[in-house]
């Protein structure tokens, strides 16, 4: 049979089992009441519940993690990650790159029989559009591939060749972001600012029916799809308000998957009763990386001694015990532990809490009860957790350091703290990286490296500036060049390596904690998984 014919014979056997439940109840009255059926239990499309609200669906100009869990699932990129690591496999690519002797060329071929949404053919004439439009329309991610890519040209039907305008190792890893999918050219235009948020027109899995970006996105199976087609009969994201009706909705089972964002709490309380409740838990480590960026050109982080001492001040294990219920994982790094190139620098250098070496490195820093270390941390008054950090170590250092150290944490609406922070107006600040790509330089080089400055006047143009660390160093900027540009990967290790230990002695930020991402999904809904890279992969998902 037919999907579709499939498809009406189990409507008609679901109204039919309505109609004889309808009578046997009316004919028992004295029968208590039952709760309304969840709206997960008759369908074969999953309803995922998120409070993310993506700003737009255009490729060429999303850059929010809000988008990326949509576009993973509807559009198909040159390459995709195998499942549960970092490691590249072809896509709509035929293979890996053929790169130069001289690292600047790359040339992929590209897979035949691909279809887009709309019914066009897939050649290297529709990849070649796809990525001049992803740098020439100039949306938030175009400086991924504008400051990289010299030309991009079509060497054959189904060929592509990329010229760069430096070497870059990680390259073919930037090929896999999501806003570098394929989009039709006949849906499409290139030219600057010229993007359609609310359509999408690609080769993934599914192709876009509806986007409302304040309550529901809709997704259907692309039924042409060149590869294996979902198990699932569509997506439904219902995007909820705030935490608690998310929290709510898997409890009650108003939907199958309920992922970003929910607070410790509100996890701690689901994992708990996942036992005696109808839905399942899924946890994994992510490459989300919360930290404390300190600036390196204002009191009292002027001071080397100053930001060292405040780097065996902070104890991880409180923050993950008390703040995040043991929810994320003490982090000694920049580089997460999903990569082999990590390395705890930051505990070996200062142990965790370590009390008695910071009051050694204050005192050698002329701190003293009558001069204390004073100091605001400043947070987004949106993030409870940050909030909730910031009041933490205040409370640990009044506690152990008896007046030598004193923190002031101050709130402050997202946009003002974000635009503020270049600007070198904050002393110190807790943010977080999520990583554009999975590779360590993308952990590195857009927190600490400087185009512009000295050792003396601190970054005047560069990510370190605009980190608000304001960190230079000319070793540093050598390092980062360096391995990016270095294609042996043993080398490049040892690069890192040399890298992590510099951060660890300069301190312009503090590695705090490597976030544990969750998702709660009905024990009727098979095959959920957490991803380090795509998150979700919702295609995966079997609802049968």
């Avoid at 992510?286 to 600036?295: E, F, G, K, P």
């Avoid at 003293?368 to 987004?380: G, Q, R």
């Amino acid at each position: 049979m037919s999907r579709q014919q499939k498809w009406s014979i189990r409507k008609f056997l679901a109204l039919f089992t309505c109609c004889w439940l309808l009578v046997i109840s009316c004919g028992d009255r004295s029968t208590t009441q039952q709760a309304d059926s969840p709206s997960t239990s008759s369908s074969g499309r999953v309803i995922v519940g998120t409070t993310l609200k993506p700003r737009t669906l255009d490729p060429a100009d999303a850059y929010e993690l809000s988008a990326s869990n949509v576009l993973y699932s509807l559009g198909d990129r040159l390459y995709a990650y195998k499942p549960g690591n970092s490691e590249l496999m072809p896509q709509l690519a035929a293979a890996l790159p053929q790169i130069s002797e001289d690292g600047l060329t790359y040339t992929i071929p590209l897979r035949q029989g691909v279809v887009f949404h709309d019914g066009t053919p897939f050649n290297a004439e529709a990849m070649a559009f796809s990525l001049r439009r992803f740098i020439e329309n100039g949306g938030k991610p175009s400086s991924l591939l504008v400051d990289v890519v010299e030309s991009v040209a079509v060497s054959g039907e189904y060929e592509l060749t990329i010229k760069l305008k430096n070497v870059f190792a990680p390259f073919p890893s930037l090929l896999a972001f999501s806003g570098m999918c394929a989009v039709s050219p006949k849906a499409y235009e290139i030219g600057s600012g010229k993007f359609q948020p609310g359509k999408f027109v690609g080769t993934g899995p599914y192709k876009l029916v509806e986007f409302n970006p304040n309550s529901s996105i809709r997704l259907d199976v692309f039924e042409d799809y060149w590869g294996e087609k979902p198990p699932n009969q569509g997506l439904d994201f219902q995007i909820l308000t705030n935490s608690a009706n998310l929290f709510n909705s898997i409890k009650t089972g108003a939907v199958d998957v309920a992922y970003q964002t929910l607070d410790p709490d509100q996890i701690l309380s689901l994992q708990n009763d996942a036992t005696s409740g109808d839905w399942q838990v899924i946890e994994a480590t992510s490459n989300n990386l919360s930290y404390m960026v300190l600036n390196t050109q204002l009191e009292p982080f002027n001071q080397l001694g100053a930001r060292q001492a405040i780097a065996a001040v902070i104890n991880r294990k409180l923050i993950n015990e008390r703040v995040l219920r043991n929810q994320g994982q003490p982090a000694f790094s920049l580089i997460p532990t999903s990569f082999e190139v990590s390395e705890p620098t930051f505990e070996k250098t200062y142990g965790d809490g370590n009390i008695a070496k910071a009051k050694e490195l204050l005192i050698k820093a002329g701190f003293t009860k009558d001069k204390p270390l004073t100091f605001e941390v400043w947070y987004p008054s949106t993030s409870a957790i940050r909030k909730q950090v910031a009041s933490t170590l205040k409370e640990y250092a009044d506690k152990e350091l008896e007046g030598i150290v004193a923190i002031q944490p101050k709130g402050v609406d997202s946009p003002t703290l974000f635009s503020n922070i270049s600007k070198g107006i904050y002393q110190s600040a807790l943010v977080d990286w999520y990583p554009d790509f999975p590779d360590a330089d993308n952990f590195i080089h857009p927190l600490v490296s400087c185009s512009q400055g000295s050792e003396t006047t601190g970054c005047q143009e560069g990510a370190s500036k605009s980190q608000g660390s304001f960190y230079y160093s000319d070793r540093m900027n050598e390092l980062i060049e360096q391995q990016r540009t270095e294609q042996d990967s043993k080398v490049r290790q040892q690069i890192f390596a040399e890298i992590q230990q510099l951060l660890a002695a300069d301190v312009p930020i503090i590695p705090l904690w490597q976030a544990k991402e969750y998702a709660f999904a009905q024990k009727s809904v098979q095959d959920v998984r957490l991803d380090p890279i795509v998150q979700v992969p919702f295609w995966e998902i079997n609802k049968g």
